[in-house]
């Protein structure tokens, strides 16, 4: 590869003074050969204060002694990150690790153990001056709402057209059964004390990895997994990152139970926390944001591609109507 030549080859030259033999595309990101060895190019998704944000919170943990991350390699400046004409990039130790999935049961439980210890390192973080903090906290409730009150208004209009196209009368065809499950959703979280829960929080300082797809975690031969990444931490509750977990797993909606009650061995819940995870679980989150791409962007698509989107995320809901049937809250004791 004439990596002389490339731009990024250049930056990282400069800002590194590494020597790049060959990069490897990983969709927006590139595994690096070098002459220091493997590494990962990340291209970030953030402002400079959002990626400071998200640099802190790697020291914070590591400071407590969370190793299970990918370390990240500073400049000669001392940065955490490269800015280049194409953007910010960061570069990440790699050696021989593998993105893995969750299809494993022994995976599975190694995440999960890495998320309690991740959600116990991070308490009493603060951002480092110049961070954008990045924060979910107390917006449930209003976000579950909003969804709710949005999907009236569309469903309204709709229903005052003499003419509908297929994507409208997919709409009406589904969108009562989610505003119900919407609204149960509210009530569930009314039951619980969220704002006090919210504060305590807030207090603990707490943070959400708050990404868990295919690129989250790693795992080299005869080593524990790491997290590659924390571009999408924000503070919210613990609760969030299990349920969005949950989620990932949808398919598989029977190990709800399994992933709760493998975190609460490491890091123990309360009730209120299991109730919290309920309905954050069944909210038809993928439903009520096409709702929301619809209702603000439909005249900048045809009903076909519009329909398609649709029928995309109405198959999910075929596997999320199965956690209505779960008690999760009958996987820990009442008194813990």
Known sequence: MAGDTKPLVVSIRKSYGIDVHEMIAQRK???????????????????????????????????????AILDVLPTREGKPYMAAEEGLFQIISWGNHDFIRYESPVLLDEVIHTMALFHQSSEDFEGIPGSKIRTEWGRWPWVFQAYATLGSKLRQLIREKHHRDKTEKGIIESIDRHLEQAIDCVSMLKQIPYLDMVRESMEK??????????????????????????????????????ANLILVNMEQ?????????????????????????????????????????????????????????????????????????????????DDA
């Open 29 to 67: 990101d590139w595994i690096l050969n070098t002459n220091q060895g493997t590494f990962l190019l990340k291209a970030m998704n953030h402002s400079e204060a959002e990626a400071l944000f998200h640099y802190s919170i790697y020291q914070h943990v590591k400071g407590k002694e969370f190793d």
């Open 205 to 242: 300082r707490e943070l959400c990895i708050n990404n868990f797809t295919k690129k989250t975690f790693v795992k080299a031969q005869d080593q524990s997994i790491k997290i590659v990444t924390l571009e999408g931490a924000k503070h919210d509750m613990r609760g969030i990152d299990i």
């Open 253 to 333: 909606y029977e190990r709800a139970k399994d992933i709760i009650g493998i975190y609460h061995g490491y890091y123990p819940l309360s009730s209120d926390d299991i109730k919290l995870i309920q309905a954050y679980i069944q909210f038809p989150h993928e439903y009520f944001k096409f709702i929301e791409r619809y209702y603000k962007n439909r005249s900048t698509g045809s009903d076909s591609y519009w329909h398609k989107k649709l029928r995309k995320v109405l198959k999910i809901e075929k596997h999320q109507k199965n956690f209505k049937n779960l008690d999760l809250c009958g996987v820990i004791r």
